[in-house]
């Protein structure tokens, strides 16, 4: 995708993990995309309601509310969000709860760089802008 193409496209980061949240919104933002960052997932469901989100990359474990849970509360609204989830402790069931729930894909922690664009790209193909 293209820096400017990305530059109309919001995506929200919701990692407990500061070093793991920055480093994915500091790859994101020089591919050009819009980085929301959330610290845990109630703020990233607050982030979701009053912010315009293209695509939502979520960690499967956050002490207040899991990427799980944000998956299943996130607006419909004007369209689903698509949602990556991510976790360092991965595992069959696990993945296919996600997947059940919602979310587009499942990706195991630490996530490449190559593999965070490539997500992001396939998640946000054939989408508008929200924005």
Avoid: W
């Amino acid at each position: 995708m293209s820096h400017v193409r990305a530059a109309y496209y919001s995506i929200l980061v919701a990692d407990d993990q500061v070093n793991v949240r920055e480093g994915m919104a500091e790859i994101l933002e020089r591919q050009g995309y819009r980085v929301l960052r959330a610290e845990g997932g109630v703020v990233a469901l607050e982030i979701a309601t009053r912010e315009s989100v293209d695509c939502s990359i979520l960690d499967v474990h956050m002490p207040d509310l899991s990427g799980l849970d944000v998956v299943r509360r996130l607006p419909l609204s004007p369209r689903a969000i698509p949602s990556i989830l991510m976790s360092g402790e991965p595992s069959p069931e696990l993945e296919r709860e996600a997947l059940s729930a919602g979310a587009f894909t499942f990706l195991r922690k630490p996530v490449s760089p190559q593999t965070l664009r490539a997500c992001v790209a396939r998640a946000l193909a054939g989408l508008e802008p929200l924005r």
